[in-house]
């Protein structure tokens, strides 16, 4: 590729400004997400030498098997997984640019913009989560796929099946656009997936690739789970919330004449878009897809006369970098780190946390939640545990578990108020904490 030193900087520069974004976000951010904390555990599991126990989670286990690495050199989980995912959403920034340089002369430069700047990616790394990874090697892939790699777009397509599900989306959306020829990378992928099955049926959970998916099927706690109309309809709003004006800049794109590949790019967005509609849809799901969304941008900014195109990308770059910063997690979950850590330090041996605030299980150093919403009934069960000393509840919670259950245990658990700045911070937060009697 043809590009001229000066634009080899530019690339460099943005690169380093956007891990630097990302760190300062992370600094923002109070607490990771929830799935977040899955992640943490799992990671500290893989490095504390518990092989088999992570693999009971129904996460994909390549994020925190990389997590595991620096954790296992004593390096503080957050810390750990926000460096990485710095340096990770840095990187797809690269074949994300070199891909959209190959659809069209001048689109790499303010695809690596969009990529660089957009805020519910960059969220993402700051919330411990795994689309960095997912979205570094996705973009690498659709790379190898539109140079005719096939080995390289398998290999990829199947590490990246490791991180999220929707890495199988990408072989099929370039046998739906290229046709035969690009059933080449297929045994490359499916070895990957072969070997995610094995390594999950010796550890005894059974030889399945992807157990999140039968997890999900059995949720009765989603509203509009499966309702393909319903998802239809909520789905370009939840799209133009996940991108903001780089999916406005898409729609440039296909637009005649088009670039070469866009067919494969159009197809793997829309292979992605089929999968969100049968489950359910958040805007964080359309994020897995942002290397497709970012370079069909980037192509169709390229599009425009110099002035509109760069008025446009420094419109959508402000807007995505305000956005970023009023998108962090709410100051208030502070709470839940400080009551966590609290109660690890009160809990006697051999006791327990129960509850629905997953990551006040996790900073109490108990193990997360499953990713799903509970119950009145199932919270009672969990806390009539032996073994169970505190029950934390969110007052909060869309679903009011917390006044029945605290009903429910009232003659073995009582309401333990913390005093001074905790009890302030707690109490705003809409934490219940209960101590056995």
Known sequence: MNWSPAQRRQLLWLCVAAACWRWVLAMHTPVPAEDGVNYLWMAQQFAAGA????????????????????????????????????????LAIVPIALTAERLRAGAGLPAAVLAATSPRLALTAAEALSEPLFVAMLATAVLAGVTRRWT?????????????????????????????????????????????????????????????????????????HGDLLANLVAAPGAFAEAFLLAGGFLLLALLPPRAPHWRELVSALLVGIAGILTFVVRRRFFLSWAPVVFVLGGVGLARLPARWRELLLALAACLDLWVGW???????????????QTLARRLQPGHAVAGDMTRVLWYAGQRPLPPRHFDAEWLVVQATRQDVQFVVLSAKSRRGAAEPVQERLAATFSRWQPGGELGRQAAARGIVILVRR
């Open 326 to 340: 009023h998108g962090t997690i709410a100051p208030d979950r502070l709470a839940e780190r400080l009551v966590g």
């Open 51 to 90: 092989w088999a126990m992570p693999w009971s989670e129904p996460f994909p286990p390549a994020w925190p098997l990389l997590l595991a690495v620096p954790i296992a050199g004593g390096a503080d989980p957050i810390t750990a997984a926000a460096v990485l995912n710095c340096l990770l959403g840095a």
């Open 152 to 224: 390289w777009l398998g290999v990829l397509s199947g590490l990246a099946f490791w991180a999220r599900p929707e890495g199988a989306g990408l072989p099929i959306a370039f046998v739906l656009a290229v046709g035969f020829a690009a059933l080449r990378a297929w045994p490359w992928f499916l070895v990957a997936v072969a070997a995610l099955a094995a390594v999950r049926g010796l550890a005894g959970q059974g030889f399945d690739p992807l157990p999140i998916l039968t997890f999900h099927e059995q949720r009765d706690d989603l509203a509009g």
